[in-house]
C-alpha cells in the first residue's frame, strides 16, 4: 500500500499527517509530492476534490520546516478558498510549530495583517487584491520567496486577476519553485505557465472536464413560472446538506428569505456580504446549523463541506466550467452526491453548452421544452451510464396544482434517496 511515508517527510509533518488521518496519498498527491520535494515546477489540473490542497502544501510546509530561511506564496481567486488553505497548512504545521503564517484576505482587519506581517511569516496566503495592497504600501516584503503557488488560476484569471498577479510576481526573486493549479488548461493558462513556470512537469488527475463520477446528475425541464414549485418539491424530496446556485446576490438573498418563511433552515453566501458574515455563515453550514445554503458562484469553487449531499442549480452558471466545478461541492473525496439543474426553456442554449463541456463527443442535447405554448411532456434523456440522468418534465404542468406550503418542509416526500440528514449516504436507485 501507497503511504505518505515513501515522502520522507520531516517527521513533524509526518505526525500532523496522522493527526489529520491522512494516511493514504491521493493520486494527485501521489504525482505532486515527489515533484515538488525535488523543486521541480509543475503545471497541475486536477478535478475539485482530489485533494489539490494538500497536494501542494505538503511540498510547501516540508519546505519550510527544513530550511531556516525563505518564504512561500499561496495565492487564490476566493477568500473562502485562502481560509480553506491556510487551515490545512495549519494543520500540517502541527500544533507545536514555530513557523509563523498570515492569512491576507480582503475584508479583514488591515491592522491585525499588518501586526502579522511585522513578525515575517514564512507562509503567506491570500487573494491577489489584499495582497498587492500590502506589497504597495510596503507591509509584504516578498524577496525570499522562493515558493509560490497559484491555486485555480483559471479562475484567477476569470476574475480579473490575471494583472494582479504579474504584478505580485515581479516582487518575487526569478529563481524560486512555482506550482500553477488549474481545474481547466485553456490556451490562456497554458501561455501564463509559459511565462511563470520554467520547464514544469505536467501532471493531471482524470479530465479537466469530466464530473465527478460520484455525482449523480438529473435534469429537470420546467417553465421559468413553474420553477420555484418544482424546486420546492426537490428540497422535499431531499435530506441532508444542500448547496444551491442562483445567479444574483439579490436573488440569492430573496430566495433564502422566501425558503426560510416556508420552513427550510436556509442561509446565504454572496460577494457583497462582509468577511466576518461570510465566515460565519460557512462555519455554521459546516456544523449543520441550518440545512440549505443558497449562494452565488463565489462559493462554487474550492468550499469543502464534506456533508454537502446535493448540489441544486436554481440557475445555471454564466460559464459552462463553473458547472463543473458547482456540481464538485458535492461527493467530496471520493463520498456520494447528487446534482439536480432546473431548466427553464430560457437556460436551452446554455445547457447546450454544458452538455458539450462535459460530453464533447456526444451529439447536442435534444430540448423538447420550448418557450412556445405547445410544451413536450418527455423532457430530455441525457446520457446514461456517465452518471448523467435525464427526467421527464412535469413541473410546468404541476405548478397550479398546489401550494408550496403544503408539504411539510424538510420531510421525506416519498424519495428516501438519503437516511437522514447529516448521515451516512445511502444513494438509492432512483438516482442512480
Ligand atoms: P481538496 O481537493 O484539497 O479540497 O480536498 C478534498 C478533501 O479531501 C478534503 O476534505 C481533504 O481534507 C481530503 N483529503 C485530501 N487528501 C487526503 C488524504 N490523503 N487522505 C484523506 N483525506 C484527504
Not at 107 to 115: L, V, W, Y
Not at 158 to 176: S, T, Y
Not at 196 to 212: D, H, N
Not at 286 to 308: N, S
Request: with cysteine.
Amino acid at each position: 500500500m501507497t503511504t505518505f511515508e515513501q515522502f520522507n517527510l520531516p517527521p513533524a509533518l509526518s505526525t500532523a499527517l496522522a493527526a489529520m488521518n491522512y494516511t493514504t496519498p491521493t493520486p494527485i498527491q501521489l504525482q505532486a509530492i515527489p515533484l515538488g520535494l525535488e523543486g521541480k515546477d509543475v503545471l497541475g489540473s486536477a478535478q475539485t476534490g482530489t485533494g489539490k490542497t494538500a497536494a501542494f502544501s505538503i511540498p510547501l510546509v516540508s519546505k519550510i520546516m527544513l530550511s531556516p530561511r525563505g518564504s512561500a506564496l499561496v495565492l487564490t481567486p476566493t477568500r473562502e478558498l485562502a481560509s480553506q488553505v491556510m487551515e490545512v497548512i495549519t494543520q500540517l504545521l502541527g500544533k507545536r510549530s514555530f513557523i509563523q503564517s498570515v492569512l491576507l484576505i480582503g475584508g479583514d482587519s488591515m491592522t491585525k495583517q499588518c501586526a502579522k506581517l511585522r513578525m515575517r511569516p514564512r507562509i503567506i496566503v491570500g487573494t491577489p487584491g489584499r495582497i498587492n495592497d500590502h506589497l504597495e504600501r510596503g507591509n509584504l516584503i516578498l524577496h525570499d520567496t522562493s515558493f509560490l503557488v497559484l491555486d485555480e488560476t483559471d479562475r484567477m484569471l476569470d476574475m480579473g486577476f490575471g494583472i494582479q498577479i504579474d504584478k505580485i510576481v515581479k516582487f518575487l526573486p526569478k529563481e524560486r519553485q512555482t506550482l500553477m493549479f488549474s481545474a481547466t488548461l485553456p490556451a490562456e493558462i497554458v501561455k501564463m505557465s509559459a511565462k511563470y513556470l520554467k520547464s514544469p512537469e505536467r501532471i493531471a488527475v482524470g479530465s479537466t472536464t469530466q464530473a465527478m463520477p460520484a455525482i449523480t446528475q438529473e435534469v429537470i425541464q420546467v417553465s421559468e413560472v413553474a420553477k420555484y414549485d418544482e424546486l420546492v418539491t426537490q428540497l422535499n424530496k431531499r435530506e441532508g446538506s444542500i448547496i444551491m446556485f442562483v445567479k444574483t446576490k439579490r436573488g440569492a438573498d430573496k430566495m433564502t428569505e422566501r425558503l426560510n418563511k416556508i420552513g427550510f433552515k436556509t442561509d446565504t453566501l454572496h460577494g457583497d456580504l462582509h468577511q466576518r458574515k461570510r465566515e460565519r455563515v460557512i462555519q455554521a453550514f459546516r456544523d449543520m446549523k441550518f440545512r440549505i445554503l443558497v449562494a452565488t458562484d463565489i462559493a462554487a469553487r474550492g468550499l469543502d463541506i464534506p456533508h454537502i449531499e446535493h448540489v441544486i442549480n436554481y440557475d445555471l452558471p454564466q460559464c459552462p466550467e463553473d458547472y463543473i466545478h458547482r456540481i464538485g461541492r458535492t461527493g467530496r473525496n471520493g463520498s456520494v452526491g447528487s446534482a439536480v439543474c432546473l431548466i427553464s426553456p430560457e437556460d436551452g442554449l446554455k445547457w447546450r453548452d454544458i452538455h458539450k463541456l462535459l460530453y464533447p463527443n456526444e451529439p447536442a442535447p435534444h430540448m423538447p421544452y420550448s418557450p412556445s405554448p405547445k410544451r413536450g411532456g418527455g423532457g430530455y434523456k441525457g446520457k446514461s451510464g456517465g452518471g448523467y440522468k435525464g427526467k421527464p418534465n412535469n413541473g410546468g404542468q404541476k405548478s397550479g396544482e398546489r401550494s408550496y406550503g403544503d408539504k411539510k418542509p424538510g420531510g421525506n416526500g416519498g424519495n428516501n434517496r438519503f437516511k437522514r440528514f447529516g448521515g451516512k449516504r445511502t444513494p438509492s436507485s432512483a438516482a442512480a
